[in-house]
């Protein structure tokens, strides 16, 4: 089982914030406001913060997250490989808070 330790060896991101979710640590950063809410979904290797750019665009017009899921970038690391059930709960829990 490979474990992912981005946010054990890295210092806090320079913007945005952690929320706890199921006892870790999950990077988010949001702006704006109105919906519906865009949520940035980073893959193949890119971090929420590869968005931020794209988020203030839309940030402009409604509220725009940008999240990094457990085990990548600021978040805390999770047990890889992960199914698409658990990010989707993960980004569910990660909005309600």
């Not at 929320?19 to 406001?33: I, N, P, T």
């Amino acid at each position: 089982m490979t474990k992912n330790i981005a946010s054990a060896a890295r210092p806090a991101p320079p913007i945005g914030e952690f929320q706890e979710v199921d006892g870790r640590r999950v990077f988010v950063h949001r702006l704006g406001s109105g919906g519906p809410a865009v949520v940035f979904l980073p893959g193949a290797g890119a971090v929420g913060l590869d968005y931020f750019a794209v988020q203030q665009g839309v940030s402009q017009f409604c509220t725009a997250v940008v999240y990094d899921r457990g085990g990548s970038g600021y978040s805390d690391p999770v047990p890889l490989p992960r199914t698409a059930a658990a990010v989707a709960m993960e980004l569910h829990e990660l909005l309600h808070a």
